[in-house]
């Protein structure tokens, strides 16, 4: 099955024999691998060992997200959110569920965000400490550049928390130029290629206030303590540690791929081969092919009234293709990942794919009710 969810995403034979396992992991033959783990994520976010820890929890992407915003923005401080789309969403809930103060940016949806309307509204509130952006707007497919929007944050003397959920190993960062930044938070099972069921923080640790999460589970600075106290290579908790070992195998694999820049020339080639073949099939784009990121698109839904969510989804499942089966933006999309251990060919297979489904449930106009 092609799985172009996106995110889990399909995964080589290699990480999921890594799954076969059976781990002690308080052991001492564990504890090197996730120490070793621990040290080539920081490198790969060019992290500076000693300032940056690499501070992984156990679960998933929300819980990174919310153990950063309660790590870092004290109870009762306030973060300004460009709204970027559904995971700009999903942080303004999870900060606000924890008892922070949410400054919503609005902003179009579907453009990159103004790093001078971020400025200027530092600058109108000396109130605000922190800025929460996604790098990767999963529910928009644009990308956001943290570098821009990083320099207003830096210029104005505040700090940045990053959503890379869907970014982190294709798209660069280097943490050493972007001293603003608080917290990056990222999963395996993205842009990594790897098994979900862990959230990992890249954080500073000399800005980590031990108690200020106000939750012992999410509290960075907690992991930070214990790994000081009982080493790297010791999680607090039961860890999933086939995960961690399948993460160690996906990461040879980015490695022997060439790294994040030839992981994001892949998927920008998949990406190619998807929008061009969507527009060859007459349907229409959520977005303009300039605004158009390299992880996923949204296609608006075609005007025929036989359209169908769900029966388009399972039309594409009988034909070895797998999508969301629910809608992310603002007016009805389906959304297709063009990330993963797939390539242009199989974006090619999943256009095929495509045509028939939408020909076998009978949607004959194509084109969104709402193409101009
Ligand atoms: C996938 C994703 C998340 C986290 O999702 P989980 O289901 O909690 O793992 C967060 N932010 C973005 C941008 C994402 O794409």
Known sequence: MLLLI??????????????????????NDFRPLYAGLRERLLRLAGGVPGTHATLPLQGCGHFGVEAAVRSFVPLGGKILVPMTGAYADRIVRLAREAGRVVVPLPMPFGGPVDPEAVAATLASDPAIGHVGL???????????????????????????LLDAVSAFGALPLDLAAQPEIDAVVFTPNKCLEAIAGLAVVLARVDRLVAGQAGSWSFDLADIHAHALRNGWGSFRFTPPAQVLNALSVALDLLEAEGGQPARLARYTANMRTLYDGVCGLGLTPYLPAKAQGPVVMNVRAPADPAWDL?????????????????????????????????????????VVAMGAALDEIGVRRRASALAA
């Open 134 to 160: 996604v790098y990767s707007e999963t529910g928009s497919g644009v990308i956001h550049d943290p570098r821009a929007v990083g320099a207003a944050v830096r210029g104005a003397g505040r700090r940045l």
């Open 310 to 350: 769900q029966a388009f989804v399972d039309a594409l499942k009988s034909r070895g293709v797998l999508i969301s089966n629910f809608y992310n933006t603002p007016e009805p999309s389906f959304r297709v990942g063009a990330i993963g251990a797939v390539t242009p060919d199989d974006m090619a297979r999943a």
């Open 6 to 27: 996106p995110g889990p995403v399909v995964t080589r034979p290699e990480v999921r024999a890594a799954l076969a396992h059976d781990f002690a992991p308080w052991d």
